[in-house]
């Protein structure tokens, strides 16, 4: 019997979203944000939603009302429409009882990601910290995943790729001693934690100024390779280099 079909497609007009979360939500403005992050996966329950880290200590200023809500470092969450969902202080580290992350120039949360399979993942900028990476597990729980290689720094930048048993992350290191930045890849899979990654290049420049310098990481070629930004050197202007992994 032969047969017919037809596609039919219905658009609707483009809906003019906010710029900026602080236009449209009161009483909550970022002061210390260092990344954020948004679900991709259409089937996380939480498909759209925009988190973002909150270094500062809410009682920074009393005078802002938008730090009443807070009084310390968070992960902040957001819906689609820019409406509040909650907010994660680290008060639990693999549920037992912690201290938050800190509150000094050091920076805890920085960095931010969520991969495939919708796990989230933080980062500490802290050069004295044992831990380099957190993974959230809700309520005000956060796992230690990953633990930072005191040899290479601190840690400036992160990204994520894959997801299970695939699930890679790559983190950038600062050192202080030689203005080298080191990228170390950590196949963490489904496993709790680990330990130590691998080298996945190196970049020296006499002309970065350390203190303060973020980098922005991101993997490409699916997974092969990577990209990063420097935001801060000496009489140059920032710059972004692509990388293979060796």
Known sequence: VPLSWKVVVHGNAKQTQPAVVYDRISNNRPYSTHGVA?????ESQNFGNIYYTE?????????????????????????????????????KENNVDVANFITTSQVEPHRIRISDDNRIFVSSYNET??????EYKGGNNFNKVITRESTYGKVVGMDVFGSGNNLKI?????SDSNK????????????GSI????????????????SGTR????YDDNGESFWFAIDRSTGYSSRVIHMKKS
């Open 129 to 134: 910290a044992t831990t380099a990476v957190w």
């Open 215 to 218: 980098v922005g990481v991101a």
């Open 55 to 91: 270094a500062s200590s809410g009682n920074l200023n009393a005078t802002w009302d938008w730090m009443e809500k807070y009084t310390r470092p968070c992960v902040w969450q957001y819906s689609p429409q820019l409406t509040y969902q909650g907010h994660f202080y680290k008060d």
């Open 195 to 210: 330990a130590s990654g691998t080298d996945k290049g190196t970049y020296t420049d006499e002309t970065l100024v350390v």
């Open 38 to 42: 948004i679900d991709k996966n259409p």
């Open 170 to 174: 790559l983190l950038c290191y600062i």
């Open 180 to 191: 080298k930045l080191t990228f170390r890849e950590y196949v963490l899979g489904s496993a």
